[in-house]
């Protein structure tokens, strides 16, 4: 059976898909989107260790700034869930090599804002319940793309088919639109898993971000709205992760404290933990005929940098721009060369970030002196050249 026709699908209702929606809102055409999920869960209004979500994003100003043109950012605050970071201090385990800088020396406010995901989708869910021209279909699974000469047949696993002019994948790194599509990618395991977990430390954590580089892998402390809550991410070997899932609390705070090295508020509890596989995964080409890809399903990258939901919101800002200006002239909004527009400006962007990302992996994981000796020199260098140290911290507030 076949649906009223609409002008866009986007399937995936995570952050970039329900972005990606807000920001098309002006064009007036009608959006659906599709999740798989019955519908996202709603953030906690409690506040102990166990009442905070595993999964949080490391928010740029940049970001932010498109969630307030969004009319997102400004209910997220209200929740008072949001932790600011004003300092960043990023040092080598191994060595001696340390990098910190602060938001005064740019001028800003904060580096950026620890946020639980379900914030951030509740706030945008929101915002789409009240824009006319966008639909969230919930518990629909996207199970077939048929590419006809006048439009796209969506087929979800049940229910009816619905016919688009464009469909927009943002359905994350294992994107089942992009197989559909026939897009091929370039990925990589890492032999890796991230363990994420909610920390109480002590002494408060002053707003500040803590994460040292490990010859296993990185450890991030991610300070969140609570004074004494943090947020850990902690790359490890995939055996090794599995080890410190199994541990003991005791055990597990032990090791925890150990691989901080001091450096940073101690430890003193920890909530659940969760593990997540870390893969690094790059589409060949954002597009094909009436389709496009954005976010994790375009390219997933190490949370090493915590960049992957900066680096998906531009691509929503940027595609919703290319789009609406070809709408807004009478163009063929939906044609290929609009599409290009977009991945010309997001490619770019997107592989200098997971080159960085392979080049950190790469280095920080070598126990081999000589590359020590490297790392070290070069991250005090970083922390000496203001130019440099400019530069690196422009990566890390994001520069949209
Ligand atoms: C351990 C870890 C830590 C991280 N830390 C950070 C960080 O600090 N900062 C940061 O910026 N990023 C971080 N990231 C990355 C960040 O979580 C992702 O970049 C981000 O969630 C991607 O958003 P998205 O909307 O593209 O995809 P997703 O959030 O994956 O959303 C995809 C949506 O598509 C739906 N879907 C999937 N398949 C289908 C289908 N067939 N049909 C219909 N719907 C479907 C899903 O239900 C989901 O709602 C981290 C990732 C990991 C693994």
């Not at 960043?88 to 020396?105: H, P, Q, R």
């Not at 945008?124 to 199970?143: E, G, H, S």
């Not at 995964?281 to 915590?306: E, K, N, Q």
């Amino acid at each position: 059976m076949s649906q009223k026709p609409v002008d866009i699908v986007i399937v995936g209702a995570g952050v970039v898909g329900l972005s990606a929606a807000l920001a098309l809102a002006a064009t007036k055409l009608n959006i659906l989107v599709l999740d798989a999920q019955a519908a996202h869960a709603q953030p906690s209004g409690n506040r102990e260790l166990s009442d905070w979500s595993r999964r949080v994003t490391a928010l740029t100003p940049a970001s932010t700034q498109f969630l307030s043109e969004l009319d997102a950012w400004q209910s997220m605050c209200e929740g008072g869930r949001i932790g600011p970071y004003t300092d960043m201090v990023v040092w080598d385990s191994e060595g001696t090599g340390l990098i910190e800088f602060d938001a005064g020396s740019l001028s800003l406010d904060a580096l950026g804002y620890i946020v639980e995901s379900t914030v951030t989708t509740d706030a945008l869910v929101n915002r789409v319940n009240q824009t006319p021209n966008i639909a969230i279909q919930w518990d629909t699974w996207l199970a077939d793309l048929d590419f006809t000469t006048t439009h796209v047949r969506v087929v979800p696993r049940e229910g009816d088919e619905i016919h688009a002019q464009l469909v927009i994948g943002a359905d994350g790194g294992r994107s089942v639109s992009r197989e559909l599509a026939g897009i091929r990618t370039r990925q990589w395991s890492y032999g890796q898993k991230a363990i994420v977990a909610t920390v109480r430390v002590a002494p408060e954590h002053s707003s500040a971000c803590w994460q040292a580089f490990l010859p296993t892998g990185p450890l991030a402390l991610l300070p969140l709205a609570e004074n004494d809550l943090c947020s850990i991410v902690w790359s490890l070997d995939d055996s090794e992760a599995q080890t410190w899932i199994d541990a003991d609390d005791q055990a597990f705070l032990r090791g925890l404290n150990l691989a901080l090295g001091g450096r940073g508020p101690l430890v003193t509890e920890v909530s659940e933990r969760q593990l997540f596989p870390l893969v690094q995964c790059h589409a060949v080409d954002y597009l094909s005929d009436r389709f496009v890809l954005v976010g994790d399903a375009a390219h997933a990258i190490h949370p090493l940098a915590g960049q992957g939901i900066n680096l998906g919101l531009s691509d929503a800002q940027v595609l919703a721009t290319e789009v609406s200006f070809a709408h807004s002239r009478g163009a063929t909004w939906w044609a290929p060369s609009v599409l290009k527009r977009y991945e010309r400006q997001r490619k770019g962007d997107n592989l200098a970030m997971m080159a960085a990302m392979q080049a950190f992996k790469w280095g920080f994981g070598s126990r081999n002196p000589a590359i020590t000796m490297m790392r070290n020199a070069g991250l005090s260098a970083v922390d000496a050249l203001p130019m440099a140290k400019r530069w690196f911290i422009q990566q890390a507030v994001g520069g949209r």
